[in-house]
């Protein structure tokens, strides 16, 4: 949609009287405002969006290492090459660490 340079330039027009017609500083410098916006409107309309790409960085995200896995350990080699385990009468030495 493209807005006519005279419909800007009039809207431009309506803020300097209402920025003239106010006594606060505050309403002042919203209207000055609504002018500066309007006149970048105009005159980046004239570039092609090519060449406003090419003046805008691209904003880099900074790298972020993924979390450690731990995956659990395979089998010992000493029970792979089939050693034997210490065995008590009582069972003790088994598998599990909660085996006393």
Known sequence: MNIS???ILKK???KLIEAKSTNSNAHIREHVQA???LCE???????SETSYQRTVQPKTIP???QPTVITPTTPS???ILGE???ETDDGANGDSIFDF
């Open 84 to 86: 034997k385990r210490l």
């Open 63 to 65: 790298y972020q290492s």
């Open 12 to 14: 431009m027009e309506e």
């Open 5 to 7: 340079y005279h419909t």
């Open 77 to 79: 080699t000493s029970s």
């Open 41 to 47: 409107v105009i005159l980046y309309d004239g570039q």
């Open 35 to 37: 002018i500066k916006t």
